[in-house]
């Protein structure tokens, strides 16, 4: 049961996703070149109605369906592994026009050349997971 | 019901997004697309080489079927809700760069066949942009401990400083492959 309701929950992401656009390399550059109020607005609103559910669940005034607490476990601390981290991340997902949420919504909607972006991806990870202990975190 | 088949603006995507993400804390789970690429990495058996890999994989199988999910989504999207899923880019400016360094689609397609038409297989630099692209893609989300669902939806909303900066991260990444490499490279 829980699988098809995960299911469920994949494929409203991921037609949001396509529908939005938000997969589209195009709607990508273009918010590099801060050319359109899209993609701000997709993110901005999602982040702004979150933020307002966390509080309420945060208080213990919302609990999840099998009756626990919400926990947002915290990031670790940290600096260097964000900001490195993070331009590494922005450079790829403005080179493939895709972040992870869209590889997987761009190989269902039949682009086939970014199974490579994902095999790749894949890649970076294990490559990560062998830098590790060298990389500043 | 024709508003379905069109693009949707950004006041109904945000909000189905941030439900995405509520809909997966009510579950007892945690909205990260990249999480999947590390279990992926750990499936293929890659706890043998490093212990990063060493984890329970099994307890992340739900992710993996989000993931699937997303899959039928983009099916879903393309063949069954988009009379045409073309994207049309607002600026004139921006749509005549494109056509400059050779995206001659634009306006007039969903992702670019420079990089995404079936003949790239035949075109080792573009297949080099691609495999690129996705070891950045895979490499800086797991060093940074998350990507834009992670950070820019998840993290942002629970207001953690760690995902401001790697979103600051993601941006000062993005202008620079925009405004400096592309130049270089299309």
Known sequence: MRTVIYLGVGILFGIVLFKSEAASWFRIYEMFQFGSFHMYGIIGSAVV?????????????????????????????????????????????????????????????????????????????????LLRDKLPH | MNWIQQPWPWYVAGPLIALVMILLLMLDKKMGMSSNLRTLCAICGAGKTTSFFRFN????????????????????????????????????????????????????????????????????????????????????????????????????????????IAVIGFFIGGLLMVHLIFPLIF
């Open chain 2, 57 to 164: 994989w099994k307890a992340q199988r739900w992710n993996l079927v989000v993931a699937l999910g997303m899959v039928l989504g983009g099916f879903i999207g393309e063949n069954l809700l988009s009379e045409d899923p073309t994207v049309h880019i607002a600026s004139n400016a921006i749509t005549e760069d494109l056509k400059e360094m050779g995206f001659s689609d634009v306006d007039n397609a969903y992702a670019p066949d420079k990089l995404y038409a079936d003949n790239v297989f035949n075109d080792p630099i573009i297949l080099l942009i691609l495999i690129i692209g996705g070891l950045l893609v895979g490499f800086g989300a797991r060093y940074a401990g998350g990507c834009t669902s992670g950070h820019a939806i998840s993290g942002l909303s629970d207001l953690q400083l760690p995902s401001l």
């Open chain 1, 49 to 129: 109605i979150g933020s307002v559910f966390i509080q309420f669940a945060k208080k213990g005034k919302v609990t999840s369906f099998s009756g626990n607490k919400i926990n947002m476990i915290p990031k670790e601390r940290g600096f260097y592994r964000y900001l490195l981290g993070g331009i590494i991340f922005g450079l790829g997902w403005a080179l493939a026009g895709a972040c992870p949420g869209p590889l997987f919504v761009l190989a269902g909607a039949g682009y086939v050349p970014i199974v490579i972006v994902i095999i790749a991806s894949i890649l970076g990870t294990f490559l990560y997971g």
